[in-house]
């Protein structure tokens, strides 16, 4: 973003958002800030709007999981992301796509803008976090199950196609293992 532009355009009255010496969002002074956290089931998905400041939930909505249109269990999407050359990429998208519509839903409901979503929280089972982060997932098919990463993971939104403010980061909790997921760290903590 271009700060000067910025600053004009709200008449030199900001608020900055800083994610440690990071600044992830520019917006007008006043305006609310808000996070989401996320349950991305094998089936269904949960998302909470979050109001950062008092850290009141104040909207939810569900939706199915689109990825069922490639397979109805973890397995079948796994065998779709690997037997397929844009499986993976393919699989992502559809969750991304489907987020970005329930982000805009939840903003509607809320009076506010997806740049004033500051910050996530995305948990699911280890396919399902494998799927949305674009990491590989055949291992997960094949005893021992080993997930690629089982270390707490922050990625830019923007980076796999979440739209929330522009400097966003969406905080993916660790797997335990292969089919004990970041939904299973998620309930622990």
């Known amino acids: 973003t271009n700060l000067s532009i910025v600053l004009r355009q709200h008449k030199w009255s900001v608020r900055f958002v800083l994610r440690a010496d990071e600044v992830i969002a520019i917006l007008p002074q006043g305006s609310g800030i808000f996070g989401i956290s996320v349950d991305i089931g094998t089936t269904k998905l949960a998302l909470y709007l979050v109001d950062l400041l008092s850290g009141e939930a104040v909207q939810k909505v569900g939706e199915m999981n689109p990825q069922i249109a490639y397979g109805e269990d973890i ?14 990429q393919t699989l992502q998208a559809t969750l991304t796509q489907t987020l970005n519509q329930k982000i805009q839903e939840l903003c509607k409901f809320a009076g ?20 949305l982060a674009g990491l590989p997932v055949e291992q997960l098919v094949f005893a021992p199950y080993v997930p690629a990463v089982n270390q707490p993971l922050d990625v830019r939104a923007s980076a796999i196609g979440v739209n929330l403010a522009s400097g966003a980061y969406i905080h993916l909790l660790p797997n335990i293992a292969g089919y004990v997921g ?7 903590l």
């Open 75 to 88: 397995v079948s999407r796994i065998a779709y992301a690997t037997q397929n050359p844009d499986g993976r």
């Open 182 to 188: 970041a939904d299973h760290s998620a309930v622990i």
């Open 112 to 131: 506010i803008k997806p740049g004033q979503i500051v910050d996530a929280v995305i948990v699911g089972n280890t396919a399902m976090h494998h799927l």
